[in-house]
């Protein structure tokens, strides 16, 4: 049910991922942001607020941490999640691609 959630606001992501203007744990942070800033309106919301606990620093770096047990096996299921699915991207978007289209020159000037 979360990873569900999850997956459907990752997906929204897709080309800025393949693009590499974010990453996919990037995204988890800010969905988690998003979901924890809000009043929690269903049950995904309420576990979310009630398992994690998201901090972040003003350069941007942030740490996800469970609260109990069950929230670091939910916080550790997310990660794995995001990373998976970067990669399923990544391998996606190299598969149409040639060597040519990786070449490049490097002369001396």
């Known amino acids: 049910m979360i990873l569900?959630?999850?997956?459907?606001?990752l997906k929204q992501f897709d080309d800025d991922i393949t693009q590499n203007k974010t990453t996919?744990?990037?995204v988890l942070c800010n969905?988690?942001?998003?979901?924890?800033?809000?009043?929690?309106k269903?049950?995904?919301?309420k576990?979310?607020?009630k398992e994690i606990m998201l901090a972040e620093n003003k350069c941007g770096d942030?740490?996800?941490v469970g609260k109990s047990e069950s929230g670091r096996v939910?916080?550790?299921a997310l990660y794995n999640y995001a990373?998976?699915?970067?990669?399923?991207?990544?391998?996606?978007?190299?598969?149409?691609?040639?060597p040519k289209d990786f070449n490049i020159n490097n002369q001396a000037d």
């Open 4 to 9: 569900k959630e999850f997956s459907n606001y």
């Open 24 to 26: 996919a744990p990037k």
């Open 31 to 40: 969905w988690i942001k998003h979901v924890i800033n809000k009043n929690p």
């Open 42 to 45: 269903n049950h995904v919301d």
């Open 47 to 49: 576990i979310v607020h």
């Open 62 to 64: 942030f740490l996800i």
């Open 74 to 76: 939910l916080v550790n």
């Open 83 to 98: 990373l998976s699915y970067e990669n399923f991207l990544m391998s996606r978007w190299l598969e149409n691609k040639k």
